[in-house]
């Protein structure tokens, strides 16, 4: 089959031993992002099979109506980038293996990371160094401090394990059915919503991005934290009220922010005055983005092509598009 993979910025994904799986068909892979539909309908103009990058193009149902060779998108993960309603109408299968029994091992280090660069500081010390000054402030030890996961599922429990081997506190809140499946797993829920920020030293936020949980994070949550603890986002920049992260900087004093995900990907805006702010430690949405995890996600996004082209299909997400010959 004709396979077209989108997005792969560093040419990563053929130096992977899953590239293997492709070895049957005729793989073209793209190595920059375009946004122009006119330049992807050209581009993909003969594709059978669409792999998807996570989440960096949408695919549209402007963009599926100029692609009539197009059987298959496959990718791995959730799918709020992808109009699946129009995939249906254009008979166009989605398989997507949402994976409901593996963490993302890489999406957990990196909350992790941002939090001990947060709490030593990492970033700005490097750049004091550089600049002759010798250190430029006093950090934090993580050891007795309290670590509040928001959401309770598989990459925030794989976080509390960080957090405990360092010493931490940690005390979670969810939405109504997660506090229960937390209580039930007897892990200590904070009393109250209001308690859960305000006694955080690191509040870190692992729920999907959906219209139910876009804006969950609120400005007077943010605000409620102490200005010495830190918000860390690895998760998905929506899931916080708009405004809020402003709020967090402008207020006396400024609080803390470790952030990987950003409201548009690729952010380029270099003057921004969140990834600039010294208390705002920024990196460009590479929680996901290892050897390990890439290898990982790709053997499901390629076996799903491979169990297609065999008239098998997996992990099927709008199933009626489907009628075995």
């Given at each position: 089959m004709k396979v077209h993979i989108l997005d792969d910025w560093f040419d990563t994904l053929r130096t992977l031993s899953s590239y293997a799986l492709l070895k049957n068909h005729d793989v073209t892979v793209w190595n920059d992002h375009e946004e122009d539909v006119d330049t992807l309908a050209t581009r993909l103009a003969d594709a059978q099979v669409l792999v998807l990058f996570r989440e960096r193009t949408p695919v549209t149902a402007q963009l599926?109506?100029?692609?009539?060779?197009?059987?298959?998108?496959?990718?791995?993960?959730?799918?709020?980038?992808?109009?699946?309603?129009a995939c249906t109408d254009a008979k166009v299968l989605l398989c997507s293996n949402m994976h409901s029994d593996t963490p993302s091992i890489a999406a957990a280090e990196m909350t992790?990371?941002?939090?001990?660069?947060?709490?030593?500081?990492?970033?700005?010390?490097?750049?004091?160094?550089?600049?002759?000054?010798?250190?430029?402030?006093?950090?934090?030890?993580?050891?007795?401090?309290?670590?509040?996961?928001?959401?309770?599922?598989?990459?925030?429990?794989?976080v509390a394990t960080y957090a405990e081997a360092f010493g931490m506190k940690v005390h979670w809140w969810a939405s109504d059915a997660g506090r229960l499946r937390a209580a039930d797993d007897g892990v200590k829920v904070a009393r109250s919503r209001e308690y859960f920020f305000q006694e955080s030293d690191f509040v870190s936020v692992h729920v999907r991005l959906k219209p139910e949980t876009r804006g969950v994070i609120k400005t007077e949550d943010l605000l409620a934290m102490k200005s010495s603890a830190t918000f860390v986002n690895t998760s998905r920049a929506g899931i916080v009220e708009a405004g809020a992260l402003e709020a967090v900087i402008n207020r006396q004093p400024p609080g803390r922010l470790a952030l990987d995900v950003f409201d548009k990907e690729p952010f380029r805006q270099v003057d921004d005055p969140i990834i600039n702010h010294p208390n705002v430690i920024s990196t460009p949405h590479i929680?996901?983005?290892?050897e390990?995890?890439?290898?990982?996600?790709?053997?499901?996004?390629?076996?799903?092509?491979?169990?297609?082209?065999a008239g098998k299909p997996i992990h099927m997400i709008n199933k009626n598009v489907w009628s075995p010959e």
């Amino acid at each position: 089959m004709k396979v077209h993979i989108l997005d792969d910025w560093f040419d990563t994904l053929r130096t992977l031993s899953s590239y293997a799986l492709l070895k049957n068909h005729d793989v073209t892979v793209w190595n920059d992002h375009e946004e122009d539909v006119d330049t992807l309908a050209t581009r993909l103009a003969d594709a059978q099979v669409l792999v998807l990058f996570r989440e960096r193009t949408p695919v549209t149902a402007q963009l599926l109506q100029r692609l009539p060779n197009l059987q298959l998108i496959s990718q791995r993960s959730v799918y709020p980038h992808v109009d699946v309603d129009a995939c249906t109408d254009a008979k166009v299968l989605l398989c997507s293996n949402m994976h409901s029994d593996t963490p993302s091992i890489a999406a957990a280090e990196m909350t992790f990371a941002l939090i001990l660069a947060s709490a030593r500081q990492i970033p700005q010390q490097m750049s004091s160094l550089k600049e002759g000054r010798w250190q430029m402030g006093v950090g934090q030890t993580l050891a007795d401090r309290t670590l509040g996961l928001y959401g309770y599922g598989r990459i925030a429990k794989q976080v509390a394990t960080y957090a405990e081997a360092f010493g931490m506190k940690v005390h979670w809140w969810a939405s109504d059915a997660g506090r229960l499946r937390a209580a039930d797993d007897g892990v200590k829920v904070a009393r109250s919503r209001e308690y859960f920020f305000q006694e955080s030293d690191f509040v870190s936020v692992h729920v999907r991005l959906k219209p139910e949980t876009r804006g969950v994070i609120k400005t007077e949550d943010l605000l409620a934290m102490k200005s010495s603890a830190t918000f860390v986002n690895t998760s998905r920049a929506g899931i916080v009220e708009a405004g809020a992260l402003e709020a967090v900087i402008n207020r006396q004093p400024p609080g803390r922010l470790a952030l990987d995900v950003f409201d548009k990907e690729p952010f380029r805006q270099v003057d921004d005055p969140i990834i600039n702010h010294p208390n705002v430690i920024s990196t460009p949405h590479i929680g996901y983005v290892t050897e390990d995890e890439l290898n990982m996600q790709f053997t499901d996004i390629y076996e799903q092509i491979n169990a297609y082209a065999a008239g098998k299909p997996i992990h099927m997400i709008n199933k009626n598009v489907w009628s075995p010959e």
